[in-house]
């Protein structure tokens, strides 16, 4: 799965998401995740964020998507 997240070929991201729903450590959830979220791909952060639990970083994206709109629009 590195090697799909570490590409950052977007929308390779949900490529990555699929091979990870096949079985992969919560670390590997992670880096999904804020990679996703660095290349803006919200769906696919939430999700990651999600499957680890990191309400932190899904309270993050809330208020992004409150704040600017147009990060969801990507």
Request: net charge negative; with cysteine; proline share 3%.
């Amino acid at each position: 799965m590195h090697e799909s997240v570490s590409c950052m070929l977007w929308p390779c991201c949900s490529e990555a998401q699929n091979i990870a729903c096949l079985g992969v450590t919560s670390g590997d959830w992670d880096t999904l995740a804020h990679a996703a979220l660095e290349a803006l791909d919200v769906d696919t952060a939430k999700k990651a964020f999600f499957r680890v639990q990191d309400l932190k970083y899904l309270d993050l994206i809330s208020s992004m998507e409150v704040r600017l709109p147009s990060v969801t629009d990507k």
